[in-house]
């Protein structure tokens, strides 16, 4: 078989899909994604084929913000978000995506939640589409505009709108909103924090990363250590530093992610010089979650639905610090079950935020919570059930 995977170009959003892409494959499945050139070394990586349409995620902000005069990453009203992804991301890819879905004649198409490419492309070829969620169900005030918006797209080109066959949940029922509801086609598969090429689910593998004195010595200190990461998009140094700066005052140690552009040296934290910073804390470049998880106690986090699954998938608590796209959506969910705190903007987030962690230390009821999560993950099919489950469907 075919398999067609589409994502948005974001690590955000095209990291959850990698597992089931990966089930395919192993299957013998012929695979591919269709999304931005940018992301060939990352699936080069995984032996998975690339079907390149569209542009970055920079250029599609820039131009929505022109269109909109609202930067939907950072301001993530409804409007701005149907633009974004409805209309923005369809005008400057849909004609390329159709070409290279065209040339690689798909069984199957994939699309994730917020991807309007994908299913738009179906609609051309004639071919069945899936949708796969990426973390707890996306409200109707952001859904409803943006089928609204898109639908004009299919107009354009003579389309009909096409339901998709199956929605692919990684999410656990514990997970979702207040009166949410299972839809009729929804098909669990667990979640999985994103892990390297080669390893396997549910190993994880240490990092030698890092400029902390005790990175990469296979040791610990006996103080608790937090993972504080805030994703590829958000871990802008000159918000981290405050929090890590009041963290270092309440006796843990920190490992930290510095997202894809981000240095050790862009931190000026108290006690440190350059990239000479004080044992507590340890910086890691770009790294699969799964190694970061390896061993933490908690995760200080900006809320992205792959973080907050995949940290509460191996039953870990988490401090929940949104900056913007969805992440309000997984803060409301973390406080509401209880498997975490959520801090919201405001000048003390620091302070907030430490104190957070202190309490998720001291009180037991947020790793207990996380751990029942985590038992719910355990019960749903893998990726590699779920992949043998469509392809039967499929025959």
Known sequence: ?????????????????????????????????????????????????????????????????????????ADPRPEAVADFFAGTRVDLTADDAVAAARAFAPDLIVAEALDF???????????????????????????????????????????????????????????????????????????????????????VVGTEAGTGTEAGTGTRSERPRVLVTFGTHFSDPATLTPILAELRTVGVDLVVTLGLTATAAD??????????????????????????LQDVDLVVTHGGAGTTLGVLSRGLPLVVVPQGADQFLQAAVVSATGTGIAVQPGPDVPESVAKAVVTLRTDPSYAEAAGKVAAQVATIPTPSEVATHLAELLS
């Open 267 to 292: 931190y000026e934290l108290p006690g440190s010089a350059g990239t000479d910073v004080a044992g507590d804390v340890t910086f890691a470049p770009f790294t699969p979650l799964a190694d970061l």
């Open 1 to 73: 078989m075919r398999i067609l995977f589409s994502s948005t170009p974001a690590h955000g959003h095209l990291l959850p899909l990698l597992p089931l892409a990966r089930a395919f494959r192993d299957r013998g499945d012929q695979v591919a994604v269709l999304t931005a050139g940018a992301f060939a070394p990352l699936l080069d990586a995984e032996g998975i084929e690339l079907a390149a349409a569209g542009p970055t995620a920079d250029v599609l902000f820039a131009e929505s913000g022109r269109r909109t005069g609202v930067d939907a990453a």
């Open 117 to 203: 490419v994908g299913p738009l492309v179906a609609a051309a070829l004639g071919v069945p589409y899936a949708t796969m969620a990426f973390g707890p169900a996306i409200p109707a005030e952001f859904t409803d505009g943006m089928h609204a918006l898109v639908a004009s797209r299919y107009a354009d080109r003579g389309l009909a709108v096409v339901p998709a066959r199956w929605h692919l949940d990684p999410c656990p029922d514990l997970l979702q909103p207040p009166g949410w509801q299972s839809p009729a086609n929804r098909v669990p598969v667990r979640p999985e924090p994103h892990r390297g090429p080669g390893s396997a689910p549910g190993t």
